[in-house]
């Protein structure tokens, strides 16, 4: 079973609207969690980067939440764009550097439309 | 942009074909990865590289193999492809800053066995 879930596996939305993706994780320990984007046919881009004592960071648009306690996070994209299309995956480390592995989520295909 | 790069970036081969994926990257990292990734599910970890000489089979069971003689470069070959090795291949490597490591990917292959 995926340690890593997110929601919804697909969403639609039009452009300017405001959206939010979910992340549900079972990984223990926990070090971290990091949110991609992936345009479709590149590789993943990381958007932000929060440890177990950050519960908001903002990158831009972006604004990611996290709950250790509920093991819970959220990616908010504020006022979309066309450019916003892409696959958003959510990944999570058991441990920090040398020794850690990631565990990723499915992502979540966004479109905007126009 | 991360400077790291895959070629080719779309692959259509026969059956038993030997294949090579190539890999680099110019930022000096020590840590390599090769990831496997098909439509909608998760990335998984297929080989990984500390280091020069340094090469490790990940979570997920392949049939490819890889080397490492020098930093900058880490190709993936398969000796013989199957219509079963059909995916798109990811290449990525990472930095770490502090406790936090931070992989940065290449476009990926996209690779087809017919």
């Known amino acids: 079973k995926n340690q890593v879930e997110q929601s919804p596996q697909s969403l639609i939305i039009l452009e300017g609207k405001n959206c939010t993706l979910q992340?549900?994780?079972?990984?223990?320990?926990?070090?971290?969690l990091r949110w991609y984007k992936q345009d479709t046919g590149r590789g993943p881009v990381s958007l932000t980067i929060m440890t177990f004592s950050e519960n908001t960071k903002s990158n831009g648009r972006y604004t990611a939440t996290l709950d250790a306690d509920t093991k819970q996070s959220s990616l908010h994209i504020t006022a979309s764009q066309l450019s916003d299309s892409a696959s958003y995956i959510c990944?999570?480390?058991?441990?920090?550097?040398?020794?850690?592995?990631?565990?990723f989520g499915r992502g979540t295909q966004l479109t905007v439309w126009p | 942009e991360a400077d790291i790069y895959q070629t080719p970036r779309y692959l259509v081969i026969g059956t038993g074909k030997k294949i090579t994926l190539e890999c680099s990257q110019t930022m000096g990292h020590d840590k390599m990865y090769w990831y496997q990734q098909d439509p909608g599910m998760e990335l998984h970890l297929i080989h990984y590289?500390?280091?020069?000489?340094?090469?490790e089979k990940g979570d997920l069971s392949s049939e490819s193999t890889v080397s490492r003689i020098r930093t900058e470069h880490f190709p993936l070959t398969l000796e013989s492809a199957r219509p079963s090795h059909t995916s798109q291949y990811l290449c990525?490597?990472?930095?770490?800053?502090?406790?936090?490591?931070?992989?940065?990917f290449g476009p990926g292959t996209r690779l087809l066995v017919l």
């Open positions: 990525a490597s990472s930095k770490t800053t502090g406790d936090e490591e931070t992989q940065y």
């Open positions: 992340c549900n994780y079972t990984v223990s320990p926990f070090s971290n």
């Open positions: 590289s500390y280091g020069v000489n340094s090469t």
């Open positions: 990944v999570v480390s058991d441990r920090g550097s040398t020794l850690g592995r990631l565990y």
